[in-house]
Nanobody, 120 residues
Framework: QVQLVESGGGLVQPGGSLRLSCAASGSIGGIATMRWYRQAPGHQRELVAGITNAGVTNYADSVKDRFTISRDNAKNAMYLQMNSLKPEDTAVYYC??????????????WGQGTQVTVSS
């Protein structure tokens, strides 16, 4: 079994910064692409950023130049540095990972989400 746990969410003023973390644990053989998604009330879940195991990244246009995704393959961890936060960044942020669990095929796993609120 594989678990993903996010942390680092909270309340921040507009223009502020937060750093989210996602830690994967369990029977992990390897991790391919990891992604951050977010879902605001009344909106569909949207992709924020992704990073391959080779470090290739992609971002939603709405967060380019403000957010930075990174990962530590040795720790099975992923991070999202969020700067210049705006009220419209308010959402529950989820991490996902494509994982080869030991003895299993490649599957997508999700964390439980962490709330980010940007408000004055």
């Amino acid at each position: 079994q594989v678990q993903l746990v996010e942390s680092g969410g909270g309340l921040v003023q507009p223009g502020g910064s937060l750093r989210l973390s996602c830690a994967a644990s369990g029977s992990i053989g390897g991790i391919a692409t990891m992604r951050w998604y977010r879902q605001a009330p009344g909106h569909q879940r949207e992709l924020v950023a992704g990073i391959t195991n080779a470090g290739v990244t992609n971002y939603a246009d709405s967060v380019k130049d403000r957010f930075t995704i990174s990962r530590d393959n040795a720790k099975n961890a992923m991070y999202l540095q969020m700067n210049s936060l705006k009220p419209e960044d308010t959402a529950v942020y989820y991490c996902s990972a494509a994982v080869w669990a030991i003895g299993s095929l490649l599957n997508e796993y999700w964390g439980q989400g962490t709330q980010v609120t940007v408000s004055s």
